[in-house]
């Protein structure tokens, strides 16, 4: 009897045919449909655009996409894997697996970009500059306290949904700008590609994280509530100082904030919570929604203000499902 | 009597959106074993996305189980859908495409569980969406 009370758990091979949660499948064949590499763009297309940057545009961006991989590097490393131990089914560790995975494919991507557009002295440069700017710096570690072993599972999946969903898009709004202009095009094919598995991560997260807040006491739920909004504060204020730091001389920082605080709420929305911002902080600039999503113009039959719209007939579909 | 439909997955995007709507609405099921719900005469339908990068799977089964009557559907006069700008090309492509499928409008779009404002934007146009619907009829 003695013996059976101390021997450790029986391994268990993974049965993705018994699914304790629907969600982790559906989100894995996201994932793995939406798999990519880097060398699948042809960033090279974006050589003789590289070159009608200024000196100080260039500068600008590769100290951008570093910081972005320093994220994608934590995320990678530390943050994907940190979760793992607190999965609550074998599925959902074999998603975080993937998700670890995409990230490094992420870092990998902005290598990519740096070896076909830049000098090596240049992109050395940079990396010594994301090892020592102050506000880089003071997000990475924010982040990385909550992932530290013995840490509070539930917080490390805020954090994680905040690096996710908020922090990464003082940095992306820099390849959409550019896009809107008609520069570094294939670059933001690659940035969208790195948005789309950002989006699938942060709502998975997310979601998980409502799944446990279902689990625990009000006063527990409270909790976690002020820590997350105290959190985004903490994040916020220092984004703000990266951003004036960044966007000063192009004169872009209020734009880039109303970008911040559109993004920090649907960060808090992935983790079920209401807004933060109020409508009028985040009126983003028109032209990087469309960079976001290029082909999808704004719906709004109600105010007649959107794209024209027509009855459509009805039209067979893709999926094969609809039986009419 | 015009009224409003939904699904919403267990992440609750779409739910929370209703919710705050502040009008009756009846949900399509997550759940397969569960009935589906009797829909009104005239109703609208909101329903998020969940396609993959090609655009495949972007409407849910439960929606689709439940348009595939023609009963229900009868009674369908427009569509909003959800979803997330990231998804670049196929945000809230569901919409986009129950609205071809159907030859109904395609009334609206918002981010995850929407913002304030478009609340107020979906609230006054299905208020004006009936309205002109009566007048005409």
């Known amino acids: 009897m003695k013996d059976t009370i101390n021997a450790p758990a029986v391994p268990r091979a993974i049965n993705w045919n018994r699914l304790q949660d629907d969600k982790d499948l559906e989100v894995w064949?996201?994932?793995?449909?939406?798999?990519?590499?880097?060398?699948?763009?042809?960033?090279?297309?974006?050589?003789?655009?590289?070159?009608?940057?200024?000196?100080?545009?260039?500068?600008?961006?590769?100290?951008?996409?570093?910081?972005?991989?320093?994220?994608?590097?934590?995320?990678?490393?530390?943050?994907?894997?940190?979760?793992?131990?607190?999965?609550?089914?074998?599925?959902?560790?074999?998603?975080?697996?993937?998700?670890?995975?995409?990230?490094?494919?992420?870092?990998?991507?902005?290598?990519?970009?740096?070896?076909?557009?830049?000098?090596?002295?240049?992109?050395?440069?940079?990396?010594?500059?994301?090892?020592?700017?102050?506000?880089?710096?003071?997000?990475?570690?924010a982040i990385l306290g909550t992932y530290a072993p013995g840490a509070d599972p539930l917080k490390r999946k805020v954090a994680s949904v905040f690096l996710e969903s908020f922090l990464f898009y003082s940095g992306f709004y820099l390849p959409m700008y550019w896009s809107s202009r008609a520069k570094l095009t294939n670059t933001a094919d690659l940035i969208r590609l790195i948005i789309r598995d950002e989006a699938v991560h942060g709502y998975y997260i997310g979601y998980k994280f409502q799944r446990a807040m279902e689990r625990e006491t009000?006063?527990?739920?409270?909790?976690?509530?002020?820590?997350a909004f105290g959190l985004l504060f903490e994040l916020y204020e220092i984004e703000g100082h990266y951003t004036e730091e960044l966007y000063d001389d192009l004169g872009l920082t209020e734009e880039v904030k109303s970008f911040l605080h559109y993004n920090a709420n649907k960060a808090l929305q992935n983790l079920g919570f209401e807004a933060l911002f109020p409508p009028e902080a985040c009126e983003v600039n028109p032209a990087i929604l469309a960079a976001l999503s290029p082909d999808s113009e704004n719906h709004d039959f109600f105010s007649g203000s959107g794209s024209s719209y027509v009855i459509g007939r009805a039209v067979a579909t893709e999926d094969d499902d609809w039986d009419f | 009597m015009a009224?409003?439909?939904?699904?919403?997955?267990?992440?609750?995007?779409?739910?929370?959106?209703?919710?705050?709507?502040?009008?009756?609405?009846?949900r399509i099921p997550v759940s397969p074993s569960e009935p589906m719900p009797e829909p009104p005469a005239d109703y609208v339908l909101i329903c998020p996305t969940y396609a993959d990068g090609e655009g495949r799977g972007a409407v849910p089964k439960q929606v689709i189980r439940f348009l595939n009557d023609a009963g229900r559907r009868a009674g369908l006069r427009g569509v909003i859908g959800s979803g997330n700008r990231n998804f670049g090309k196929t945000?809230?492509?569901?919409?986009?495409?129950?609205?071809?499928?159907?030859?109904?409008?395609?009334?609206?779009?918002?981010?995850?569980?929407?913002?304030?404002?478009?609340?107020?934007?979906?609230?006054?146009?299905?208020?004006?969406?009936?309205?002109?619907?009566?007048?005409?009829?």
Request: proline share 5%; with cysteine.
């Open chain 1, 29 to 141: 064949n996201r994932l793995t449909v939406n798999f990519w590499l880097p060398e699948k763009v042809p960033l090279s297309n974006d050589v003789p655009s590289w070159a009608t940057l200024t000196p100080e545009e260039q500068r600008l961006t590769i100290r951008v996409f570093t910081g972005l991989t320093l994220l994608d590097t934590i995320q990678n490393a530390v943050g994907a894997p940190a979760m793992m131990p607190d999965a609550q089914t074998p599925h959902e560790e074999a998603v975080l697996t993937n998700i670890a995975f995409m990230e490094a494919v992420h870092a990998r991507s902005y290598s990519s970009i740096f070896s076909t557009l830049c000098s090596t002295r240049e992109v050395d440069e940079a990396f010594r500059w994301s090892d020592e700017n102050p506000h880089l710096q003071a997000k990475a570690r």
């Open chain 2, 91 to 137: 945000y809230g492509l569901s919409a986009d495409i129950i609205a071809a499928k159907c030859g109904i409008p395609l009334l609206y779009k918002f981010e995850l569980a929407g913002t304030d404002t478009d609340i107020a934007r979906v609230n006054d146009g299905l208020t004006a969406f009936w309205g002109s619907r009566c007048l005409t009829a």
């Open chain 2, 3 to 26: 009224g409003l439909l939904y699904y919403s997955s267990r992440s609750g995007n779409t739910d929370r959106f209703v919710a705050r709507l502040g009008r009756a609405a009846l």
């Open chain 1, 218 to 227: 009000a006063e527990r739920r409270q909790e976690l509530k002020d820590y």
